[in-house]
């Protein structure tokens, strides 16, 4: 009877790994083994599975976080486990509470961290596809749960995933439709000997909380509650992971990256419907950072509320770690560093035939390309970070400079010069992004070039010029 049930079980996992492509022949899989009944299951689930239809190569690997007097007793439990499967098996002994001590974090916040920390390097050790986990259908409810009373949004309400991707790696849950009970009843029936971690009977962590008080008073009101949180994990999942295509085809469409920063104009991101705005900013503050709180709900909301509101004035909002979100002209961008602060910088080009300028400072490069007046002519329409001059007429050496306060250039079509800010302001460039503009200017000191907005009227390519220089000024990573 137990021989079937076991059989049951591989093939309710089988079935799972076949819809989530969670592994093909000859991968190999690191199984987290704690010693408990979810974790040993896993293992000979796995194992049942490898030596009956599926060739796979397991790893086992078991980590004792030194906390309990039982855990020398459990990592040799896992170790004589393991060689009754002929299963290698890895195991660490990590000093977690030192590890508290230098992160600040939480007991088991900083035991999690550590655990990953080996499963991960036991898995580029040994080349491994996968890494897989034992949580199971309760500890899914138990999730969706916690996610709930903390005011999550769909995303944290679809829980955890049966298969996901993390730092490269795939992280694969084959139990998580499959209750506590029944791999408990699986190992009780097969003699599968496993350990029983007393701390989970303690209240005073959070999960241990919701599993030993807050699930129990809910069943009194709906007797399959945990079956209903695995049922809208299940439904929030899904609708999840299709409003994250549907972002990822909007960022496609309307994001563009511009000098470091990524922006796209406010009139297209009003036409969008109210979750997509939402899943928009949320998909660009994940980009610029790995820290899963920049991207909270208030955050989010302060962004989109900034953009659609009435009044188009120009604002910047600190959104904490380093990234900030400005509107301007109706163009809203997101960057890692705070906007407004300029670099002073001055380089200098004795000749046309001076090598690639890199202008470190602002991350772009000025390039110098000589050509015949035959070639080019001034009535010939340049890309806007692209000018020609007549060589012969330009004095040299070029400056290449930062905006300074009280610039001037005489630009074409203007009688007298014009300041440099007031041409800034009609081109409507935004604020935060005249620092990465450099002043191009002659031996005189006239501003000869702004690129990417104007020019001057100095050394005009003419019918008769013979020499002509071109400029142009490209990012450094496409130089």
């Known amino acids: 009877m137990e021989q079937d049930y076991l059989k049951s079980l591989v093939t309710h996992v089988e079935d799972t790994a076949e819809e989530h492509g969670l592994w093909s022949p000859g991968d190999i899989i690191i199984v987290a083994v704690s010693g408990g009944p979810d974790s040993v299951a896993l293992l000979h689930v ?23 007097r039982e855990s020398d007793d459990e990592a040799e439990m896992v170790r004589g486990l393991a060689a009754s499967l002929g299963v290698p098996v890895e195991t ?12 600040g974090k939480g007991k088991q916040e900083a035991a999690r961290d550590k655990r990953y920390e080996f499963l991960f390097a036991t898995a580029e050790k040994y080349g491994a596809s996968s890494i897989a986990l034992a949580h199971h259908a309760d500890d899914q409810a138990e999730t969706v749960l916690m996610r709930l009373l903390r005011g999550s949004g769909p995303s944290g309400l679809a829980g955890m995933k049966i298969k996901r991707f993390y ?116 998909l660009i503050l994940n980009y610029l950072s790995s820290d899963p709180e920049i991207a909270d709900f208030t955050k989010i909301e302060l962004v989109r509320r ?67 007046g035959k070639e080019a002519r001034g009535g010939e329409k340049l890309p806007p970070g692209e000018a020609s001059f007549d060589a012969d007429r330009l004095v040299f050496p070029l400056t290449v400079r930062c905006r300074q306060p009280g610039d001037r250039m005489k630009i074409m079509g203007l009688n007298g010069s014009k300041k440099v800010k007031d041409i800034f302001i009609d081109e409507k460039i935004p604020p935060s992004v005249r620092s990465f503009i450099p002043m191009i200017c002659d031996g005189s000191g006239s501003i000869i070039w702004i690129p990417g907005v104007r020019r001057s009227v100095h050394a005009v390519v003419g019918r008769h010029t013979t020499n002509i220089l071109r400029m142009r000024l490209v990012d450094a990573e496409k130089a």
């Open 167 to 282: 730092k490269n790696m795939k992280l694969i849950r084959p139990f998580l439709r499959i209750n506590k009970t029944d791999l408990i009843r699986l190992c009780d029936g097969r003699g599968y000997p496993y350990a029983v971690d007393s701390s989970n009977l303690q209240t005073k962590y959070h999960r241990n909380a919701i599993r030993l008080e807050v699930l129990p008073f809910l069943e009194k009101y709906n007797g399959r509650i945990s079956s209903s949180l695995n049922q809208l994990a299940e439904v929030a999942g899904v609708e999840d992971d299709y409003m994250e295509l549907a972002a990822e085809d909007v960022y496609r469409s309307l994001v563009r990256e511009i000098d470091g920063r990524l922006a796209f104009d406010a009139p297209s991101f009003l036409g969008l419907h109210v979750a997509l705005q939402r899943r928009l900013i949320k």
């Open 46 to 68: 796995l194992h049942a599975i490898s030596m009956k239809s599926v060739p796979l190569k397991l790893v086992c690997a078991h980590v004792h976080h030194g906390f309990r």
């Open 306 to 372: 900034g953009i659609t509101r009435e009044d188009r004035r120009n604002w910047s909002l600190d959104l904490g770690g380093g990234l900030t979100c400005v509107c301007e002209y109706g163009q809203v961008s997101f960057l890692s560093q705070s906007p407004g602060g300029q670099e002073n910088y001055i380089y200098r080009l004795h000749s046309p035939d001076e090598p690639d300028l890199v202008l470190t400072e602002i991350g772009k490069v000025l390039k110098l390309e000589r050509m015949d």
């Open 92 to 103: 660490a002994l990590i000093d977690v509470p030192a590890y508290m001590e230098e992160s």
